[in-house]
């Protein structure tokens, strides 16, 4: 048994090798990697990924993973979760014929491809045959897995452990009856919160000064946590000792970069804080996307939208920008940082709205795995939920169907967690506050209390536990949705005096 | 025999993703990391090392290169080439029992650790005992690769294939006797050059821009070479379409950011003209370190800091500086980065004075490598040359002997060719400027048929020719130092009015 854990982790060593490695070229290739650099950047990395399939397909390594999963009661902790999210993988894997896997391989880059080209001509008719082929693999997969459950609660599984259909019906219908009045109402009234002054010239210099500030309050250490400038910001890490975040700075937009600096600093503080016990160990990092999610939208909008820390930081942004913010007040500064409006494009839109847009996906999703929906039917289906929904026309399908990348990469079942993430995260403040005063300490810019609490609470397991557990651990409680919705009706309807 | 050449293109295939990821990673490591990630990026580095040593002593890829080897006569040029240049690193690994590499390759961590101490604290003592045992390993491992030659033209080889102690001699007896009077003369007379106009303030952002400016004007196509910013400069490449220039900005200086570039950027020619046939090959890049230094120190010296590119350059330097730069004209620009004065530290010295600096370790290293030089001697013949050659007196062992981190990578023999790169960069140009008005071109700051020329006549063959073979292909005979001798000597005389 010792020499099966010691062989185990000493393949672990080597997948996590090669993982880092991965991580970093992915890391370059968007923050430093000259454009031409991607041809040999793809040759590299298509190497080294065959290297880690074989690894994880070799008989060592299932052999080590089976026997530990006989042996389970033997085992420690950290090596029987290990194994058991390992062997899942493995099983998820191992039932799809290898020829299926290779081919899928293949199609996933020619999806992605013809996505960006359709979305750049706002052609749909250029993705949908690749769309076809995805969908139709990705339900077989699922049916390959787990013949007798519902393909779509199979691939709900794969990013939120546990969650189920049902569940999210229940999520989201209590969303619709309970905010779509509520994000209608604010509509009628959008003209009532002024955000102009957020918008003019704001030079990238000060911006940085600004990012540096923020980090230096929400506790990411520099010296484990660096900041990058990328088109699309986004978090990574090696390692919880190493850890990115990055940024994009738009001169035109004062909360554009901000918001992206908190929103990945709370990713940020989910990997540095998780337990030394698990560096190397593919334990490390978040439970879940759903809990990933959480946190970074817990610090970007329960804590950084908040009245609170809008009266600690406006001072700060406006020493750093003192002409273009002359007259404007902390007061005004919360209100125009959260100001909702029904929009087109998911990752522009406000707290508030921004479920709906989720809403809408989930909806779709969930009929193109059941085969309920013809693709050539998508574009319109999509058009007339924007519309029934946020009430927004869509003009184009490249500001329509075609905006997002995930469904072009194959991941089908991801974006409810962006929703499930934000009714966490409301879900966990409400517990944190029976034991902090969180708005005392949000208005003093003392964040470190909180980040403990939930270090302690979440962020120190890593994938130790489920999603579940961690919810039943952190808030006494199962998930419940409702506190996200007296959150933001709270929030919404004293912001526009409803 | 195809299948031998499948089965060896393979492998390298497979080595180059390696070096790729693993160059990445290093780049990384200087240019983005948070500190803390070390630990990790030198666990991961590792493992990715390992796997690069298996396949490089693999029995499936030594049968395949001696294969080729033993029927060269069947074999293209880049093929041949390759066998012979991978037979070459083989058989130095193999000679050396496996023990004595592994205990070399520990003492090699330790040696660097010891010298960073020492050279932090001025103290040789704490060095010592790790050079005496890095040399005593080098010197074995060259009598067991050739047991009947001269070990330090062994290991010239290594850095510079077919260089040799006599020729050494030949080349710094020359300088010794031709430049070592000018030297002095110029040195009585280091006030008569005003330099002080490159010391004061310059804000990053400018030279930022004045650094794209150079990269533009020297047709460094930012597509494929991207300018990082990190402690110490440096050049490194994945391919020849991905090649990354790094420069460091300090505020107080104008001067030393810009010529980084420049050096660094003649580094990026060399590699961004590799022909494309050697992608991915082990052949691309500079044929020796010799003939890369030549390249660099070409474009920052001979071209970069000559009258007619300084009355090109300056006006749009004094554009990005003018407070800074009021009443100074080209001529003074000129004369200012040209400045030479005999000093302690290689890396900081000037164009005339630099060679010395190399003479210096070069007779050093001939007898340590010759076991005529005790080690606890070292520091006192340092010091003893420095005052003999430059005239300078060093004041301890980090200004003197612990400068530079060479020794403690147990790299003997390298030094020679920074100066050896500066006198074929002098002859190369002799033998352009029989095909080029390469005066008028610079002032024009039309340096694309100067790289035009290089890219013809040295560039694209990468490795597939020795330096030696270069050198007779572009300038019609054998490495000479006169052209090097007249070069300097006609500038120094001029600029200093002697």
Known sequence: MQETIRKFKEILAKLNAYQHALGVMQYDSETAMPRAGAAGYAAAMGAL??????????????????????????????????????????????????????????????????????????????????????????????????????????????????????????????????????????????????????????????????????????????????LGEVEHPFTTNFSKNDVRITTHYHEE???????????????????????????????????????????????????????????????????????????????????????????LIRIDADELTYPFHILIRYELEKRLVAGDLPLQDLPAEWNRLYKEVLGVAVPDDAHGVLQDSHWSGGSFGYFPSYAIGSAYGAQILESMKKDLDVDALTEAGNLAPITAWLAERIYRFGKVKTPGELLRSACGADFDPQFYVDYLTRKYTALYNL
Chains 1, 2 share one sequence.
Not at 124 to 148: C, G, N, V
Not at 273 to 300: F, K, V, W
């Open 253 to 343: 937009s004062l909360a554009s970069s901000l918001y992206s600096v908190i929103h990945e600093g709370g990713h940020a503080l989910y990997e540095l804080n998780t337990d030394d016990a698990l560096i190397g160990s593919p334990l490390a990092g978040g439970a879940s996307m759903g809990m990933h999610e959480s946190q970074s939208r817990l610090y970007e909008n329960l804590i950084g939208r908040s009245a609170g820390f809008a009266r600690f930081l406006f001072p700060k942004v406006q020493a750093l920008f003192p002409a273009q913010l002359a007259g404007v007040t902390a007061q005004d500064f919360y209100r125009a940082v959260n100001r909702s409006a029904p929009s």
């Open 49 to 226: 990924s065959e290297e880690v399939y074989k690894l994880q397909t070799s008989d060592a390594f299932k052999g080590a993973v089976r026997e530990l999963l006989s042996r389970k009661a033997e085992l420690d902790e950290i090596t029987r979760r290990e194994a058991e999210v390992l062997g899942e993988e493995m099983a998820r894997m191992d039932c799809v014929p290898v020829q299926e896997f290779v081919e899928y391989q293949t199609e996933l880059g020619l999806a992605s491809s013809a996505w960006r080209e359709a979305k750049q001509r706002s052609d749909y008719a250029l993705f949908a045959p690749h769309l076809q082929k995805l969908l139709d693999s990705t339900r077989r997969f699922a049916r390959y897995y787990a013949p007798d459950r519902d393909p779509y609660d199979v691939l709900l599984d794969e990013y939120e452990k546990g969650m189920t259909q049902a569940e999210l019906d229940r999520f989201f219908g209590t969303l619709r009856e309970n905010l779509m009045p509520l994000v209608q109402r604010v509509a009628e009234r959008a003209d009532a919160v002024d955000d102009r002054f957020l918008f003019g010239h704001f030079p990238v210099a000060q911006q940085r000064r600004l990012a540096g500030a923020v980090m230096e309050v929400m506790g990411l250490d520099r010296s484990r946590c660096a």
